[in-house]
């Protein structure tokens, strides 16, 4: 069983819709929990920070981590098609230690 | 200000051959990572800096690849004896100040190809 799990789609949905993402993870020594967004032959860009569970909200894009679960969530909401992109979620504990999951595969067609 | 930058940004070899890919992080980062990427999956942690020392080099596959950051600002990841395996994207990463909490920001990546 890998630490982080990602579903890697893809996922393809119409302008305007609600994406939701989400990612499982093992380590419960996890505590920093960042998405990224990787266009193709990118390197990726950081969207989202949360730090332990909670939300957090930061225009269009929200993160949601439940850390008694496990799991934790992007959702984006009025999906344009410049967001069509590869989203990674990764998280680290401490140390520099940080582990990708594989990346889900986003279109939105217009 | 400027990026992490990373050259060549596609680097094609013969098997057997010896590569060496640069990184230039952000100016002040004393933080500085090598990750691989295969196609279709996320980035693997390969190895980190802190200055001029890697302070964790644990996702270093094998012998064949070491790195090098010698005056703790560019660093250099050198492949030897290339396998068709070590294809993938090779990106660098660098912040401020290392550690779980801090931001890492990346470059563009180089795209190794083994022949």
């Known amino acids: 069983q890998k630490e982080v799990e990602q579903d890697p789609g893809p996922l393809s949905v119409p302008e305007g819709a609600i994406v939701s993402l989400n990612c499982t993870y093992s380590?419960?020594?996890?505590?920093?929990f960042m998405w990224y967004r990787q266009y193709s032959r990118k390197g990726p860009e950081l969207l989202m920070y949360t730090y332990s569970s909670g939300n957090k909200e930061d225009g269009r894009f929200t993160a949601q981590v439940d850390k008694s679960s496990k799991y934790i969530s992007l959702f984006i909401r009025d999906s344009q098609p410049s967001d069509s992109a590869t989203y990674l979620c990764a998280m680290s504990g401490n140390n520099n230690d940080m582990r990708f999951g594989a990346g889900t595969r986003l279109t939105v067609k217009p | 200000g400027a990026g992490v930058s990373q050259t060549p940004s596609n680097k094609v070899t013969e098997k057997g051959k010896y590569v060496e890919l640069r990184c230039d992080p952000i100016?002040?980062?004393?933080?500085l990572y090598w990750y691989r990427q295969s196609l279709g999956q996320g980035p693997e942690f390969l190895i980190y800096f802190q200055g001029t020392g890697a302070a964790d080099d644990s996702g270093l596959p094998n012998d064949r690849f070491f790195a090098v950051r010698p005056e703790g600002s560019v660093s250099t990841l050198k492949i030897q004896r290339t396998e068709r395996g070590d294809s993938a994207v090779y990106l660098c990463?660098?912040?401020?100040?290392?550690?779980?909490?801090?931001?890492?920001?990346f470059g563009p990546g180089t795209r190794l190809t083994v022949l």
């Open positions: 380590n419960s020594a996890f505590q920093y």
């Open positions: 100016s002040g980062h004393t933080a």
């Open positions: 990463a660098s912040s401020l100040i290392g550690g779980g909490a801090d931001t890492q920001y």
